[in-house]
């Protein structure tokens, strides 16, 4: 069959592509949620994502079987993957590409899957999973331990039967009018609620983990405490927080200073779905006065 008799073929068996469809939100029970890290006092943060099947099946439902495809290739050392989906007004073939990441039991195998999926992310499959809100809770006693290969480290035990618990989940739309997550519960296999967040109140969170370790003091002569509140409140309360601050410390509320240094780890928290922009700024805000030069330029990461 020639090129061009395989496009005509093609043509006529993609249906009219509506990018919509893909970037629906996906069903609760098709998300996956696994142990991202856990303190030495239990406190453990929960990560929700994709597999690659996931992926496969969406554009399956959009697209019909067969009517798109996948590509790796290697640049600079590095896995890539590219899906190709066919746009008929063009009459060609349209790409998006995304680098994976190693797992740590398959290399290769995992840089496959993870570049897919980022791929796929750029098509809009899973992309409200960065809506998702920070997943911290109080794990008991008997479910995480030391690891015995890194005793400074915690590991969950076989009494944490995460993949057994049950989660609901309701959507809203924020102001821009994207899917926004309005209530989450997570059920164990007990059906006791462990987690339960509510847009603007959240029950049994665990204590904000540090973005950074808090650099050293520094002096802003363009800025005063007047013009920030630390914590985002009003300029009373930030004085106040200053004031208690510098009581416990004995030196003044420090500025945060080091955005170029650290650009490169907070847009890889945010593109891995770890964290997003509002956790980082309200980290900060809880250590630091940030410029609002600075908070713009960490917003911007996540657009």
Not at 18 to 42: M, W, Y
Not at 132 to 141: A, F, G, M, R, S
Not at 191 to 213: D, M, W, Y
């Amino acid at each position: 069959m020639t090129n061009e008799a395989a496009k005509a073929t093609v043509q006529n068996l993609v249906p009219t592509l509506n990018l919509s469809d893909l970037r629906k939100v996906l069903p609760i029970n098709r998300v996956e949620f696994r142990i991202q890290t856990i303190s030495k006092a239990g406190n453990a943060r929960i990560l929700a994502y994709k597999d690659a099947r996931v992926d496969m099946d969406r554009l399956d439902e959009v697209l019909g079987v067969g009517n798109w495809q996948r590509k790796h290739e290697t640049i600079d050392g590095n896995l890539y993957c590219s899906v190709g989906i066919w746009n008929r007004e063009l009459n060609q073939w349209v790409w998006v590409q995304d680098v994976g990441t190693e797992s740590q039991t398959e290399a290769e195998k995992g840089q496959a899957s993870d570049s897919f999926k980022r791929a796929c992310f750029n098509l809009g499959i899973g992309r409200e999973l960065y809506s998702y809100p920070v997943i911290q809770l109080k794990l008991k006693d008997n479910e995480f331990e030391p690891d015995p290969k890194k005793p400074e480290k915690m590991r969950q035990t076989w009494n944490l039967k995460l993949r057994q618990w049950s989660w609901d989940i309701r959507w809203g739309t924020d102001e821009s009018g994207r899917p926004e997550v309005t209530s989450l519960l997570g059920y164990d296999e007990k059906g006791v609620i462990r987690f339960n967040f509510s847009l603007g109140h959240q029950t049994n969170k665990a204590p904000k983990k540090e973005v950074l370790e808090p650099p050293a003091n520094s002096d802003d002569p363009q800025e005063s405490l007047n013009e920030q509140a630390p914590h985002g409140g009003t300029t009373q309360s930030a004085k106040q927080q200053a004031r208690e601050y510098e009581q416990a410390t004995g030196g003044p509320w420090p500025w945060y200073n080091d955005f170029d240094k650290h650009r490169d780890t907070f847009y890889d928290k945010i593109a891995d779905g770890e964290l997003t922009v509002e956790d980082i700024l309200d980290d900060l805000k809880s250590r630091h006065r940030i410029s609002k030069a600075v908070e713009t330029k960490i917003r911007n990461l996540g657009k």
